[in-house]
């Protein structure tokens, strides 16, 4: 069964750069017809699309964060990433990973999210 | 691009629950639904619109007509109460992925 496991820092400060790192065991994120995405969710708020890496090494990303995210993968340790840069108090937030599958990228596997909190 | 769901639903045990999800070209999307209960990732519980994931319920069903999407709870329990979330996968908009603003469901 696929897990999926967040790791990162729980507090950044403001203007730094956040790096999150999604670690994935029972599944392959070289293995075509999957998307390996983020998710977050501000504190009592919806969920927030981030964006996705497919196998090919394409990614996708939520056009209001482009200009400061890079999502990237690690094949030899199963591992995608996101760098998100000029962190501010809006970035504060729960940050999930999880798996999109081919065809209508819904997520039917969850990390079970970290907290990031942005202050200084 | 947004979708439209209501803030919250509220339903007796027993009863059933209809938690819409509207967009104007929702007809040409698949959508997909999540529950979340309080601190825990969300879990799928319906995708490509009617299809249920394994382990989901029969009394969770979904639908979908003219500009809206349905997720139908029948026999609803107090362990229904959770946030619920549609989504769609926007290919032709650069791949977008969006959700709907989530449904509080409450059991009274």
């Known amino acids: 069964q696929l897990q999926l496991q967040e790791s990162g820092p729980g507090l950044v400060k403001p203007s730094e750069t956040l790096s999150l790192t999604c670690s994935v065991s029972?599944?392959?994120?070289?293995?075509?017809?999957?998307?390996w995405n983020w998710i977050r969710q501000h504190p009592g708020k919806g969920l927030e699309w981030i964006g996705y890496l497919y196998y090919t090494g394409i990614t996708y990303v939520n056009p209001s964060l482009k200009s400061r995210l890079t999502i990237s993968g690690d094949t030899s340790q199963n591992q995608f990433s996101l760098r998100l840069n000029a962190l501010t108090a809006a970035d504060t937030a729960v940050y999930y990973c999880?798996?999109?599958?081919?065809?209508?990228?819904?997520?039917?596997?969850w990390g079970q999210g970290t907290l990031v909190t942005v202050s200084s | 691009y947004v979708l439209t769901q209501p803030p919250s639903v509220s339903v007796a045990p027993g009863e059933t629950a209809r938690i819409s999800c509207g967009r104007n070209?929702?007809?040409?999307?698949?959508v997909h639904w999540y529950q979340q209960r309080p601190g825990q990732a969300p879990v799928l519980v319906m995708f490509?619109?009617?299809d249920r994931p394994s382990g989901i319920p029969e009394r969770f069903s979904g639908s979908k007509s003219g500009d809206t999407a349905t997720l139908t709870i029948t026999r609803v329990e107090a362990g229904d109460e959770a946030d619920y979330y549609c989504?769609?996968?926007?290919?032709?908009?650069?791949?977008?992925?969006?959700f709907g603003g989530g449904t509080k469901l409450t059991v009274v």
């Open positions: 070209d929702i007809g040409s999307k698949r």
């Open positions: 989504q769609v996968w926007d290919v032709g908009t650069d791949h977008q992925v969006v």
């Open positions: 029972g599944g392959s994120i070289s293995s075509g017809g999957q998307y």
């Open positions: 490509y619109d009617s």
């Open positions: 999880a798996r999109g599958q081919y065809g209508g990228n819904w997520f039917d596997s």
